[in-house]
């Protein structure tokens, strides 16, 4: 089974304004309300993608009930801990540009937090987790660290989607897929990711400290993969760009879907960044014909 894990779920309330003025009453044109977090984004594209999926994470209140009512909806599985507090709304303001206001995630206690662990530790060679998006401040910082080393104990994958110090936290550790974008990859090792050869070269460096798969996100710049059998380079097809949320949780989840459906992991690399383009072309995250219409636009070629 392959679980995705969510420590701060949300509703992501976006708001279409045209001409948006700041101080005045603006009324919106279009409005959609979609189950948020990294993680549930990975199961829903997952889902469309033909692959079953199990949802963890915390979520509470009428709020986390519309989020579970939503992933039910589309038949994503979940067993989600009740925090007995509202799960947080991020509002999305899209007008000339695109704003965010992300709302407060809950108190996540101990107890809260070592039946997550519980769950975890049920898990065994056969089964994947994807840890996507930040640790809670509610959360130990290496919160991340203490799950991958239980999944270090019972062989299970670790496919990680994070940044910053939970990012940083995780290198060194057995992970199967690690997806930065080039800032990230750049952060870790202080310098300026800006061609794909360098790309590549940090990739490799990930690999020599116990990752297994690299994808590197560079935005409309393409994508890079580094594996040990080859180092590959990706266009992006050309569109418009309607959703920049869920784009890169979508690349996961076309890797791990390829994967999934016994395709060599090229192709799955290809299947990923037609899959994350796909959503940034969307309203909403990418459906199945989406990714299969854009596949023939993604060349691969072969850094050295």
Do not use: W
Request: one cysteine or more.
């Amino acid at each position: 089974m392959i679980y995705t894990c969510t420590l701060n779920p949300s509703i992501d309330y976006i708001m279409h304004v045209d001409g948006f003025e700041a101080g005045e009453l603006n009324r919106a044109e279009r409005t959609f309300y979609y189950p948020g977090g990294k993680g549930i984004n990975v199961s829903r594209v997952m889902g469309r993608l033909g692959v079953e999926t199990k949802a963890l994470g915390f979520l509470g209140g009428f709020t986390g009930a519309f989020v579970k009512e939503a992933l039910e909806a589309e038949n994503v599985s979940h067993d989600f801990i009740d925090t007995k507090q509202n799960t947080r709304v991020n509002v999305k303001l899209k007008s000339q540009g695109e704003s965010e206001i992300n709302g407060p995630g809950p108190e996540i206690s101990e107890i809260l937090q070592e039946t997550l662990l519980t769950q975890i530790r049920s898990m065994d060679e056969n089964d994947t987790l994807v840890l996507a998006g930040s640790v809670p401040s509610s959360l130990p910082s290496d919160f991340y660290v203490t799950v991958v080393g239980i999944c270090a104990e019972n062989r299970t994958k670790v496919v990680a989607d994070t940044s910053g110090k939970a990012l940083e936290q995780l290198i060194g550790l057995p992970l199967f897929l690690l997806k930065p974008n080039h800032h990230e990859l750049g952060e870790l090792f202080d310098v300026t990711i800006d061609s794909k050869e360098l790309a590549a070269e940090y990739g490799k460096k990930l690999l020599d400290k116990g990752v297994e798969h690299v994808i590197v996100s560079m935005g409309g710049e393409g994508a890079v993969y580094v594996g040990k059998e080859s180092v590959r380079y990706a266009n992006v097809p050309k569109g418009v760009l309607k959703n920049s949320v869920g784009a890169g949780d979508s690349v996961v989840s076309g890797f791990l879907s390829a994967l999934h459906h016994g395709k060599p992991e090229e192709e799955a690399f290809r299947y990923g960044v037609a899959s994350g383009s796909a959503t940034a072309f969307q309203d909403d995250l990418c459906q199945q014909e989406d990714v299969e219409k854009l596949l023939p636009e993604i060349k691969l070629t072969t850094i050295k």
